[in-house]
């Protein structure tokens, strides 16, 4: 099969397998209960949700992931080659998904290896200054980005920005919650759509749903 063929049959295999799970489940039900009931901490004047998609803790009920995959099955554009991963919460994403479509992932990890073509992506987050490092993409490679959520932005901005620079093209970019972080700047610069499920903020210390 041609890889033009094997996209097309993995974009209608995705949205079969939405349309399906959606006749016996309402979308987001369970995430959006998760989040209004999960706690938000200090750390070092950040208020930080603590959340099973964004933390793995308490543990990671198999509805929410469910809800969240059909939702990446059904607006991500899996015409690509690749499915990429930030270390550490967007790879229990990445890994059904990849399953489901049969596209590899790799993973931005947060450890240096030296490889060569091993991509260096200094980040700031909201609360640490760190850096990511990218291998198994190359020049011309299409890929699709998966991650938990989005805060400041600074973590992605700086993902996109060193990927286009190495000349890999990012043919979308999927978050499940948005922190209220807006998505115009990222598309100004980079001409990239973010596409979130959820909206949230945090309003006298606890989670809030502005939009999904």
């Known amino acids: 099969m041609s890889p033009d063929a094997s996209r097309t049959k993995r974009k209608h295999f995705a949205k079969y397998h939405f349309n399906l799970l959606s006749q016996y489940t309402t979308v987001n039900e369970r995430l959006r209960e998760s989040v209004l009931a999960s706690p938000v901490i200090d750390k070092d004047g950040y ?3 603590v959340h099973p998609i964004t933390d793995g803790i308490p543990y990671v009920e198999p509805e929410i992931l469910n809800e969240i995959i059909d939702w990446m099955l059904d607006v991500g554009d899996f015409d690509c080659d690749v499915i990429l991963a930030p270390e550490s919460m967007g790879i229990p994403l990445a890994i059904p998904v990849s399953l489901k479509l049969n596209i ?26 760190s850096a990511l490092y990218v291998n198994g993409v190359k020049k011309g ?8 959520v989005l805060s400041t ?14 000349g890999i093209e990012i043919v979308d970019v999927l978050v499940v919650l948005n922190k209220g972080f807006h998505g115009e700047e990222l598309k100004e610069m980079f001409g990239v759509d973010i596409k979130t499920m ?15």
Not at 113 to 129: F, N, V
Not at 201 to 212: C, L, M, Q, R, W
């Open 198 to 212: 959820m909206k949230i903020e945090i309003v006298n210390g606890a989670p809030a749903i502005t939009d999904d």
């Open 141 to 148: 490679d299409r890929i699709v980005i998966v991650d938990d």
């Open 104 to 129: 590899p992932y790799t993973v931005a990890r947060k450890r240096r290896y030296d490889l060569p073509g091993e991509i260096i992506i200094p980040h700031k987050t909201g609360y640490s200054d």
């Open 153 to 166: 932005g600074g973590t992605m901005s700086a993902l996109i920005d060193a990927l286009m620079s190495n």
């Open 47 to 49: 208020p930080y949700l």
